[in-house]
């Protein structure tokens, strides 16, 4: 933890990620309901009661913002989590079985690379339908391929290191060996790609909302930014301020990558 | 015999890259048949269509056959570059991808050329100076630039340079203004915010990998065998800093040509710019599912050759590797 | 003749000095030993005469070094690099590493020329230097890529490359270390064979005291970043006055079918953060008495032998009842 906030990217990628995370579970304490336009429309910031100023229909921009930053949060983290599990299982079992599977599954795994990833995304969350589990389920099918080659990588290293074979000549059953033997040392690994996942999940998310594909039932950054395109010359601060929130929460998120990156592997250093 | 090798590297990733391809085309396969709804109708997209319509796109399409059938037709008529019918532009898909692809691809090789060229301009400075301010601050920029959704970044530009500074247009492209043909500069400045809105990203991530590539590449022996020799620092450099780093960087252009491309879908949305993007925000509301299977697969195309041109490149940069 | 004279030469650290008072001379057509274990110092007196260190770190801290007379500490930047690789060249430990692995080796060969203002006819002139270092074929060698030539191939094309301007001295850091012992002798037989046919002065060094020994005339011993004894190759090694000398030609001549069986200096090369005061083989001397809390200097014994001890005058063998 010491050694974490003195990286350079630490202690500033904590903040924003923590300002984040209170801003979208506090929504409801610190704005009013982002649904409510009963004020003037297009109202500059610094009204009265409209700290960021209003939208095309009236409704408060700050209060979308808070409530918008639960969409991307919550996104973010649960593609990325599943992304993970999905990652770890593919990896470790390439990794650990080796031979065919190692191959087929790798296969699959550059496939998903090589699609652009964002375009599949759009189309297939036009032909399913708009909603946030949709879009969830989607991205995290997407998400996991990087995950999947580190730890097959780091499984098939680890496979015959010398504890490991130590572990398996003391009778321990393979199952165990892959779980209790090698998945720890995979994980310190695997979290900075978790990290680095929710901010690429984040800016995803918020490119489907940017063309019309988010849930239409919540406020989320992205959209915000498809009606603001309309308003640009009237109405700049409807497209500043959730840009600027995307921007600060995916590089919170890339910064901690980057500073997990510098306390779990030293060698990484400056590199 | 290098000749020979090389064509022999082409051919084998040439086997890679086809059934690449096929994938593509049955996930889009997959996707029309996975989806809610009649096949029919959701390739016919929400465009009000006479009565018999649908009977007749199921029979051209094969749908009342066998799913295997079904999608030995849709490859075959794939592989012919029949990429289907848009109902709602009443156009073959493949002739309005065709149309649009001269202006996505001079948006994304502009962008790309930019980031690259910037990207490892930077990345070798901060290379050179490692630890020092300027290092620091490319360092810092461009983890922000990585950050910064493009399209964010695009409307911002449209804000500055063209709603409160006047100084270049906002939308389109020159074809808009006038019917003569347009000047070189009158092109570019259309050109230039779009370019540069979809560069930042590519440019961060550029400037990033080469500043590890070269910082690495400068600390070898070679390098200072080189400098033994009498060489300037520019010859340094340029000569074997910048080969033995570009091996990454080569690698990481290559790679995010396709996510350029995939990126300038926004870019154009936003910038009005005429290309397969904003045919792709058309055919998303239009619900134009074939439209956007399209470009869904050509866009894959361009990423799969990218990716070729990449390995190529590599393997003719680096005698060393063998695949 | 004098062609290099080190002067009172120390490198170093800021604050901690890794070389120090050293000096040597090397005359026109005259091969000098410089012997030491690893750490001694040896590598960074040479790399002081080139006026450049693999660190940055790393600078010249006192001394003078003159070639030709001329102070090089005197010189700009731009001279010194005016100098490298023309009138000094240099050969390295691992050819491997000093070989840049995206250059075909004959362009190595001839960048000194291109360096110094010779580009033309230089490719022809690398092709001449190839066939001097005895390698067959150089047409198809200058071609090829380091790494699909051997070990000994890679040493005799960067001693070409060392010798591209005609240099009038050649700093030969551990040549032959890295290299199997059937092809040592070989490129030991070719410098030697160089340095009489192109008048080379040579600055050998080695670990090796039997090498040094073979093929120098002048040997300097350096133990801990300072030099403890100097003489004509054939005295220093049939009657070597210094502690530390002696045990090295022990160790030399100590084979596996020697009754008395391997022998190895007992203890280990201090640390440079961590110096010994006075003497600095004090702690591994048998023959260390209060005196030697002072440090010695290289004091002159005779008109061409010098060593730093305090107890040499009394002709003792150090190690006589070891092993």
């Known amino acids: ?271 | 015999m290098r000749a020979g090798a090389l064509a022999a590297f082409i051919l084998r990733r040439l086997l890679v890259a086809v059934p690449m391809m096929a994938c593509v085309a049955i996930v889009n396969f997959l996707l029309i048949r996975a989806a809610p709804g009649d096949p029919a109708q959701i390739l016919m997209g929400d465009f009000p269509a006479p009565p018999g319509t649908l009977v007749a796109i199921r029979h051209a399409y094969g749908l009342d056959r066998p799913l295997w059938v079904q999608l030995a037709t849709y490859l075959a008529q794939v592989a012919q570059g029949d990429l289907g019918y848009s109902f709602a532009n009443r156009q073959p898909v493949a002739q309005l991808i065709l149309e649009r692809m001269a202006a996505t691809l001079s948006l994304t090789v502009t962008a790309l050329t930019l980031a690259s060229v910037l990207g490892v301009l930077l990345g070798i400075l901060a290379a050179r100076r490692q630890g020092r301010w300027l290092d620091t601050l490319v360092q810092t920029v461009s983890l922000a630039g990585y950050s910064v959704p493009e399209f964010w970044l695009g409307q911002m530009l449209i804000l500055v340079f063209a709603v409160w500074l006047g100084w270049l247009p906002a939308q389109g492209d020159a074809s808009v203004r006038s019917l003569a043909p347009p000047g070189f500069l009158e092109k570019l400045s259309y050109l230039a915010l779009p370019a540069l809105a979809l560069s930042v990203r590519y440019l961060a991530l550029i400037a990033r990998i080469t500043r590890s590539s070269m910082i690495q590449a400068l600390s070898s022996d070679f390098i200072l065998a080189a400098r033994l020799r009498g060489a300037s620092e520019l010859r340094v450099i340029l000569r074997h800093g910048l080969r033995n780093a570009a091996g990454p960087v080569v690698s990481v252009i290559g790679t995010n040509a396709g996510f350029v491309l995939a990126g300038s879908a926004l870019i154009e949305t936003v910038f009005g710019w005429p290309g397969i993007g904003r045919l792709l925000y058309g055919a998303i509301s239009q619900r134009d599912t074939p439209v956007m299977l399209g470009i869904l697969l050509v866009v894959s195309l361009c990423v799969v050759l990218a990716n070729l041109a990449t390995d190529i490149l590599q393997q003719v940069i680096d005698p060393r590797i063998s695949r | ?323």
């Open chain 3, 1 to 323: 003749m004098t062609l290099l004279e080190i002067d009172s030469l120390s490198v170093g650290l800021r604050g901690t000095l890794l070389v120090q008072h050293v000096s040597l001379r090397v005359d026109r057509g005259e091969t000098v030993g410089l012997v030491g274990e690893s750490g001694s110092g040896k590598s960074l007196t040479a790399f002081a005469v080139m006026g450049l260190f693999p660190s940055p770190d790393l600078a010249i801290r006192a001394g003078q070094i003159r070639l030709d007379g001329v102070d090089l500490r005197t010189m700009s930047p731009r001279q010194l690099r005016a100098i490298r690789g023309a009138q000094i060249g240099m050969v390295f430990q691992d050819p491997s590493a000093f070989l840049d692995p995206l250059m075909p080796v004959g362009a190595q060969v001839a960048e000194a020329l291109r360096i110094h203002g010779r580009a033309s006819g230089a490719a022809a002139e690398a092709l001449r230097l190839l066939r001097l270092v005895d390698l067959p074929d150089p047409a198809g060698i200058a071609r090829r890529f380091p790494h699909m030539l051997s070990g000994g191939q890679r040493q005799r094309v960067l001693i070409a490359a060392a010798l591209a301007m005609r240099p009038d001295l050649l700093l030969a850091d551990e040549p032959t270390t890295a290299l199997d012992a059937t092809v040592q002798a070989g490129i030991l037989d070719l410098l030697g064979r160089l340095q009489r046919e192109l008048g080379l002065g040579v600055l050998l060094i080695s670990h090796d005291l039997a090498v040094v020994a073979e093929r120098c005339t002048q040997v300097a011993v350096m133990y801990a970043g300072r030099i403890v004894e100097t003489g004509p190759a054939a005295a220093l090694f049939t009657a070597p006055r210094h502690p530390y000398t002696q045990g090295l030609v022990r160790s030399t001549l100590a084979t596996a079918a020697d009754a008395k069986a391997l022998f190895g200096i007992p203890g280990r090369v201090p640390s440079p953060a961590d110096m010994p005061t006075g003497c600095r083989f004090q702690p591994r001397c048998p023959l260390a008495v209060e005196l030697c809390r002072t440090a010695p200097a290289l004091t002159p014994r005779g008109d061409v032998r010098a060593d730093a001890c305090w107890r040499s005058h009394d002709r003792i063998d150090a190690w006589r009842d070891a092993g």
């Open chain 1, 1 to 271: 933890m010491r050694r974490f906030l003195a990286t350079r990217t630490g202690p500033a990628a904590a903040a924003i990620v923590l300002a984040a995370l209170l801003l979208a579970v506090l929504a409801p304490l610190l704005a009013g309901d982002p649904f409510d336009g009963a004020s003037d429309a297009l109202l500059p910031p610094g009204s009265a009661g409209h700290l960021l100023g209003t939208d095309d229909l009236g409704r408060d921009i700050w209060a979308e913002l808070a409530y918008g930053a639960r969409v991307s949060l919550l996104v973010g983290v649960v593609t990325a989590s599943i992304g993970l599990v999905i990652g770890v299982a593919v990896g470790a079992a390439a990794g650990f079985l080796g031979g065919w599977v190692d191959t087929v599954l790798m296969r699959v795994a550059e496939f998903f690379q090589t699609v652009p990833r964002f375009m599949l995304a759009l189309i297939a969350v036009a032909l399913f339908g708009p909603g946030i589990t949709r879009v969830i389920v989607v991205l995290a099918v997407l998400a996991w391929p990087q995950t999947a080659r580190v730890v097959r990588g780091l499984y098939a290293a680890l496979h015959h290191a010398g504890y490991v074979d130590a572990a398996r000549v003391g009778g321990m059953p393979a199952l165990s060996v892959a779980l209790v033997e090698i998945l720890p040392n995979v994980l310190a690994s695997v979290i900075v790609l978790f990290s680095l996942d929710v901010a690429t999940a984040i800016l995803l998310e918020a490119g489907l909302g940017f063309f019309g594909l988010g849930d239409p039932d919540r406020v989320s950054w992205g959209g915000m930014l498809n009606e603001a395109q309309q308003y640009l010359r009237s109405a700049w601060w409807m497209a500043a301020f959730p840009g600027a929130a995307i921007a600060a929460v995916v590089l919170g998120f890339n910064m901690l990558g980057d500073a997990l990156n510098q306390v779990l592997d030293p060698r990484g250093r400056g590199a």
